[in-house]
């Protein structure tokens, strides 16, 4: 049987800027056996490892469809992060997993679905938002809203537009420069532009704690149901098998019983959202 505690070395097969400090690595393992019968669900995330420098667990933003190789957006954050910016095309990585949870998916076929996402927010949203356009017909309504702080930090901009001429998306940034003509303010701010009919909705939200707590409070306003709010809480997560206790929250560990919460959940770990 699979060890999924035990890395297995994986080959960088592509390495695109996405912003000043995001790239997307697209990953393949060696083992042609163990990418084959690499399967996944969005929302859960891997360890990525480089010998010497450690690890970091990353969310898997690539669909599920995709089976020849996966991929993951990495913000260059510290030591480890640092040093696969570094990596180019045909270098060694080392990857465990997939670990934790995942998004609801053929739980909430046939219902509208809003998402909201702020900054590398959008990374594990893509894999979710891929995956039911590759159902379209499985759901109803569709909604996506992305803030960024400034046009420069906005990540996955060609998808957005593709997704575009399908779903309805809405864009924002904190900051605006001379070039950007669409909305200023915080992500929050668009939910006063989209038709929410909340009885028969799903919400998903993905960002900096900071944002994830005001945009449900905003989301909760529109008649959301608690159970129906959704997110992820990554960013507490270090060792991904619940051994190190660096994302224990109130009796949970984020790694193993996440990172996927519905906002109920949360209501009763208050320091999650800090």
Known sequence: MENSYIPNSA???????????????KLQFKDKNIQKNFDYKPGQFVEIGVFGYGEAPISITSSP?????????????????????QMKKNDMVYVRGPYGNSFPFDEVKNKDILFVAGGIGLAPLRSLINEMLAHRNEFGKIQ????????EDMIFTDELEEWSKRIK????VDKGDFRWKGNV???????????????NAVAFVCGPP????????????????????????????????GKCGHC???????????????????????????
């Open 169 to 172: 998306v809405l864009t924002t």
């Open 144 to 151: 996506a809203l992305y803030g960024a702080r400034t046009p």
């Open 65 to 85: 469809s995709t089976k020849d190789y996966f991929e993951l957006c990495i913000k260059n954050m510290g030591n480890v992060t640092n040093k696969l910016h």
């Open 11 to 25: 080959v960088i097969n592509e390495v695109r800027n996405l912003t000043y400090d995001t790239k997307l690595f």
């Open 185 to 199: 303010g915080v992500v929050g701010t668009l939910l006063t532009n989209i038709k929410a009919e909340t009885e």
């Open 248 to 274: 224990n929250i109130g009796g949970k560990y984020v790694c193993t019983d996440g990172p996927v919460f519905t906002y109920k959940q949360i209501k009763e770990l208050p320091e999650a959202l800090q």
């Open 210 to 241: 900071i944002m994830i707590k005001f945009v449900i409070q905003d989301i909760v306003k529109l008649g959301f149901r608690d159970e129906n709010i959704i997110t992820t809480l990554e960013r507490k997560m270090q060792c991904g098998i």
